[in-house]
Structures are given as structure tokens and as C-alpha cells.
T-cell receptor, first 110, second 114 residues
């Protein structure tokens, strides 16, 4: 079945450093979504990417969807302590359910 | 606040008991999804429902688990004869249209089986 892999599993950064998490699907996706989950909280939708090669920005966050629509990345510039949490990608293919990666847990050291 | 509501937030059950988890979707949303999350893991899809219909239950264990979304009232995820391995966080999400739309998650129910 469809699999979505995310790396790294954990990332510790100093405040102000950049952070990137990568998402790879075993199959071509129709779209990819990104969610953030704070410790003890629930996932919160960040963005959806649909087009091949699409790049979207939200303030310090940059999201990319690969040309082959099988991979994606989330890059955070100059991390802040408020960025702490686990970032999940979730891939969609046709009418199949969203498949979530295991997430990248980001910790930011002030 | 018209967000997704789940209750209870924490539920403790002994092995063999039944667990009932409730989810009220966001106002105007008619699509409900249930996910399970184990510690340090991602979210695993369980079931997708619309009012009075189960659309996709491919992620539901065949035994002991059932879900409904009646015409009136919240969606219910029911786990019969719980076992320790059922301990997890169960999240409900809702969306407004088809499954491609962003999903709004509830706060989750943390189930502990003792």
C-alpha cells in the first residue's frame, strides 16, 4: 500500500537556525498536506500543495511539492521557540484516505 | 467556538470494558474522519463517515471496533472489550466537502486501558 516516509524523525536546533523536514511517497500523489501538532495538542492544518513543482510560503515557512509529485519539503527560516512541535506531511492519492508520515519532532533551544 | 469537539478528553477503561468516543464536527461539516495515534507515531486513518453512511472503513480493525455518524447527534467510535493495545489517542477530524479538503482536528480522546 501507499507509504509516506518523513525524515528526520527528530531535529534539535538553536533558536535562529533553519530547519527542514522531508517527505517521500512511494506513489505519485494528487496532493500533499502539512500539519503541525504541538506537544499534547492536536494536528493543525498548515497547507495543501496540489501542483507539480508548487512552492508556497507562509511567513518563515516554505513548502515545496516535487516535480514528480512524490516528495515534499517544509523549510522554516530562523526558527523560534513557538515553532516547537511535530510536523506531519500527509499524502493523498485519488480517493484513498490521507496517509500520514510519522512526523518530524522539532525542538528549539533558546 | 464552533471547532471540532471530542469527549471525553481522557478515558480510562479496564480490559474487557467498552469505550465510547464522541465527536461533534465543525458547524457546517458533514464529513468525519477518525484517526488513531500511538506515542511517537503518526496518525493512522481508521474510518471516514458522512451522515448515516460509512464511506471508507479500510483502517478499522475487523473486530471490536465500530463507528457511526447518525442523522442527529455526534459521531461515535465504539471499542468493545478493550485490550491494553487499544491505549492511544483517538482524533476526530471534519471537513466541509470532499476528502481533499483540509481537515480540522478535535482535541482528541486519550484512552488508557488498565
Amino acid at each position: 500500500g501507499q507509504q509516506v516516509m518523513q525524515i528526520p524523525q527528530y531535529q534539535h536546533v538553536q533558536e535562529g537556525e533553519d530547519f527542514t523536514t522531508y517527505c517521500n511517497s512511494s506513489t505519485t500523489l494528487s496532493n500533499i498536506q502539512w500539519y503541525k501538532q504541538r506537544p499534547g495538542g492536536h494536528p493543525v492544518f498548515l497547507i495543501q500543495l496540489v501542483k507539480s513543482g508548487e512552492v508556497k510560503k507562509q511567513k518563515r515557512l516554505t513548502f515545496q511539492f516535487g516535480e514528480a509529485k512524490k516528495n515534499s519539503s517544509l523549510h522554516i527560516t530562523a526558527t523560534q521557540t513557538t515553532d516547537v512541535g511535530t510536523y506531519f506531511c500527509a499524502g493523498k492519492r485519488g480517493n484513498t484516505p490521507l496517509v500520514f508520515g510519522k512526523g518530524t519532532r522539532l525542538s528549539v533551544i533558546a | 467556538n464552533a471547532g471540532v469537539m471530542q469527549n471525553p478528553r481522557h478515558l480510562v477503561r479496564r480490559r474487557g470494558q467498552e469505550a465510547r468516543l464522541r465527536c461533534s464536527p465543525m458547524k457546517g461539516h458533514s464529513h468525519v474522519y477518525w484517526y488513531r495515534q500511538l506515542p511517537e507515531e503518526g496518525l493512522k486513518f481508521m474510518v471516514y463517515l458522512q451522515k448515516e453512511n460509512i464511506i471508507d472503513e479500510s483502517g478499522m480493525p475487523k473486530e471490536r471496533f465500530s463507528a457511526e455518524f447518525p442523522k442527529e447527534g455526534p459521531s461515535i467510535l465504539r471499542i468493545q472489550q478493550v485490550v491494553r493495545g487499544d491505549s492511544a489517542a483517538y482524533f476526530c477530524a471534519s471537513s466541509s466537502r470532499d476528502r481533499d479538503n483540509e481537515q480540522y482536528f478535535g482535541p482528541g480522546t486519550r484512552l488508557t486501558v488498565t
